[in-house]
């Protein structure tokens, strides 16, 4: 079992997520209809589950607790996988 340590975030980070499993613990609202490299506007994070699945997301606070916020609120609910995010420059 992989020993995973939560990065620091700060503002402006972009962290690249997979997802695997059924999507049930993450209010997630797409940005874009694309399951690829999609990007989110986060605020705040519920827990962490398994879906699959990669995005790029947008950070825009100092903090891990975060919830996606968009219009495609009601239609798009995801699991986010959180402990596989990686820091991009």
Not at 9 to 22: I, N
Not at 23 to 35: I, Y
């Amino acid at each position: 079992m992989r020993v995973w340590k939560k990065p620091v975030l700060h503002v402006g980070d972009t962290l690249v997520f997979k997802w695997w499993g059924f999507p049930n613990d993450v209010l997630a609202a797409l940005s874009k209809k694309q399951f690829d490299t999609c990007n989110f506007t986060i605020a705040l994070l519920l827990h962490s589950t398994t879906w699959v699945g990669r995005f790029r997301i947008m950070v825009p606070t100092g903090t891990t607790r975060v919830l996606f916020a968009s219009s495609m609120r009601e239609r798009c609910r995801r699991g986010l996988k959180y402990d596989t995010g990686t820091i991009l420059p």
